[in-house]
């Protein structure tokens, strides 16, 4: 069955630093991962994903995500986090079974990012 | 380009009453449509998903349904709601082209039930 585990319920940075959030993925076959991220009292909005092709994926707002096979990770990144990038974000995986689309979600991971 | 609509944006109902949420997709056609309940600012739960008119898919036994009365309006609806049925309510759609397709996401509706 297919899964998705977001090991860490927050992560804390400073404005101007690196940040990574992590995930990791259980899959039948081929993966498509996906990142959204959800501000308080909103929908989620989509972030990036990985069907296939280059390991290293580019999304919106300077995010990237890196797809590791060996290792069943998708950790989305940014160079440089911004206060504004303090948000709730979630890994995704879709369910390869039958053609519905579903997706399978991560418990999310909140990100705070400090001035 | 697709937008979704969801509304109310926020709800208050007592215990008892009945419940109807909409949601519209504009700018696609036969779009996969999801309603999901996220409790406690956290975790989504997939509640129903349809893969077109009047197929509707129940992912868990719950007081609500879900109707598709057109192919871009998904209704989520209870005759009687009870106090666990507050949370908020996500609707999604997506293409029917393959496992690539993205969920895009409406704006919510915040459920209260007193």
């Known amino acids: 069955a297919q899964s998705v585990a977001q090991p860490e319920d927050q992560v804390n940075v400073a404005e101007g630093n690196p940040l990574t959030v992590k995930c990791t993925y259980s899959?039948?076959?081929?993966?498509?991962l996906f990142w959204y991220v959800q501000y308080p009292n909103r929908g989620l909005q989509f972030l990036l994903k990985?069907?296939?092709?280059?390991?290293l994926v580019k999304g919106s707002y300077g995010f990237e995500a890196e797809f590791n096979k060996s290792q069943t990770s998708f950790h989305l990144k940014k160079p440089s986090a911004l206060v504004s990038d303090s948000a709730l974000y979630f890994c995704a995986v879709r369910d390869s079974a039958g053609n519905t689309g579903k997706l399978i979600f991560g418990q999310g991971t909140t990100l705070q990012v400090k001035p | 380009s697709q937008t979704i609509h969801q509304w109310p944006a926020t709800l208050v109902q007592p215990v008892g009453s009945p419940l109807s949420l909409e949601c519209t997709v504009e700018?696609?056609?036969?779009?996969?449509l999801y309603w999901y309940r996220q409790a406690a600012g956290r975790g989504l739960q997939l509640l129903f998903y349809s893969v077109g008119i009047g197929q509707i898919s129940s992912e868990v036994p719950q007081n609500l349904s879900a109707s598709r009365p057109q192919d871009r309006q998904f209704i989520l609806s209870s005759k009687k709601l009870l106090l666990s049925d507050s949370g908020f309510y996500l609707c999604?759609?997506?293409?029917?082209?393959?496992?690539?397709?993205?969920?895009?996401f409406g704006p919510g509706t915040r459920l209260l039930v007193l």
């Open positions: 999604a759609w997506s293409g029917d082209r393959g496992l690539g397709e993205t969920q895009y």
């Open positions: 990985y069907i296939t092709g280059d390991n």
């Open positions: 700018g696609t056609s036969n779009p996969n």
């Open positions: 899959v039948s076959g081929n993966p498509y």
